[in-house]
């Protein structure tokens, strides 16, 4: 497994590839100590330049589809859902019950909702296009903040937290 941190907008992300693709991106809160081997840019892993590459062009200017391979570890439920995740375009946004009824699922909006926090590839796989069925914006284990950020950034923020 190689790894590389990536200073973005939204804060420094941890970046985690093995031979396959990505397997995580991660927040490391500000009380997570840094690892002390050094990270850089300057990575050998493929998949990890690739994904350096595809968030500067995502934060540059919001293009899409990332091209990085992506190797996420889950249930085959979660699997299910993060594939769906895939599909949302920049600048969109839908519901955990729409992402149920698309894996034909109807019910299952809270189990929906459990694959999306555990999304090991957020940005690649944005569950944060993904909102209450009431427009509000609704759990991101990145904190809420970043979800706003990162909608906004994409052009589909239409609902302003009060």
Not at 39 to 52: D, Q, Y
């Amino acid at each position: 497994m190689d790894d590389v941190e990536y200073d973005s907008p939204i804060g420094l992300l941890r970046i985690e590839a093995d031979e396959q693709g990505l397997t995580a991106v991660r927040f490391p809160g500000l009380d997570t100590p840094r690892s002390t081997r050094p990270r850089s840019r300057n990575t050998r892993n493929t998949h990890l330049k690739s994904a350096v590459r595809d968030l500067e062009s995502y934060f540059a200017n919001c293009s899409n589809p990332f091209r990085t391979p992506l190797s996420p570890q889950g249930t085959e439920f979660q699997k299910s859902v993060w594939t769906e995740l895939g599909k949302l375009s920049n600048g969109t946004t839908t519901t955990y019950g729409k992402i149920a009824d698309r894996i034909g699922n109807p019910k299952a909006s809270r189990a929906v909702g459990l694959a999306n926090n555990r999304n090991p590839l957020p940005i690649f796989l944005p569950c944060h296009r993904v909102i209450g069925k009431s427009g509000k914006l609704v759990g991101y284990a990145g904190e809420i903040w970043r979800k706003e950020w990162l909608l906004k950034h994409e052009g589909a923020l239409l609902v302003f937290r009060s």
